[in-house]
């Protein structure tokens, strides 16, 4: 049972681009979660989703960010016309449920030149 | 104020130290989670608690709900243990956001 995957391990991306960013979680994990780690700053949550269904995105910034978990395939979370300020570290988690142990992936450190 | 609030910040100890991390919480939870973070690597959960005592290899985690406060040790210490340790905690339903709500984490580094 692989882990949770994440790809790219790494991403540049010049200003403007965009950036997707992969998430694959465990088998039989149904539950999502992304969240950023900005250079010298703690883990911020962004959003959990469930298969086809965003539950919460409060700490997902208004624009520009967005994220999905389709019925078949990895969460994606799209970065449109990515800013320095994106440069940061993006985990995903995945868990069989609520309230159950969640495991992360190995990260994608994303650099905005 | 954070609601999670890690100490110390920094540790650095000498191999075969018994090392202790404490976190403490400001808001009612349903579970904390213990983390562990290599620089520039994945992040691994060490445990994760809703009460008592847990007990893996050379790591212990207890945690008191009515102080709001956990800690994590970890006996006969080694190089390898060097690493950032980062307390996180699950609201309890409608108390915040569904995902974890993380401490700034504690850098320990031990010394051959």
């Known amino acids: 049972n692989a882990g949770v995957m994440q790809n790219p391990r790494h991403l540049v991306r010049r200003r403007g681009q965009e950036a997707r960013l992969r998430c694959s979680p465990m088998k039989g994990h149904s539950h999502v979660y992304w969240y950023r780690q900005l250079p010298e700053e703690g883990l911020k949550f962004m959003v959990y989703?469930?298969?086809?269904?965003?539950?919460?995105e409060s700490g997902m910034p208004k624009e520009r960010f967005s994220a999905e978990f389709p019925k078949e395939g990895p969460s994606i979370l799209r970065i449109q016309q990515v800013v320095r300020g994106d440069s940061a570290a993006y985990f995903c988690?995945?868990?069989?449920?609520?309230?159950?142990?969640?495991?992360f992936g190995q990260g994608t450190r994303l650099t905005v030149v | 104020k954070n609601e999670v609030e890690q100490s110390p910040q920094n540790l650095t100890a000498q191999e075969g130290e018994f090392i202790t991390i404490n976190c403490s919480y400001s808001v009612g939870i349903s579970a904390l989670h213990w983390l562990q973070q290599h620089p520039g690597g994945g992040i691994v959960s060490l445990f994760m608690l809703s009460s008592g005592k847990k007990k893996h290899g050379r790591l212990i985690a207890t945690i008191n709900i009515q102080e709001k406060h956990s800690s994590l040790h970890i006996t006969a210490s080694h190089p390898r243990d060097s690493a950032v340790y980062i307390c996180?905690?699950?609201?309890?339903?409608?108390?915040?956001?569904?995902?974890?709500?993380f401490g700034k984490g504690t850098h320990l580094i031990i010394q051959p």
């Open positions: 989703l469930q298969k086809e269904n965003i539950i919460d």
């Open positions: 996180a905690v699950r609201l309890l339903p409608g108390g915040g956001a569904d995902g974890l709500t």
């Open positions: 988690a995945s868990s069989p449920g609520t309230d159950r142990e969640a495991f």
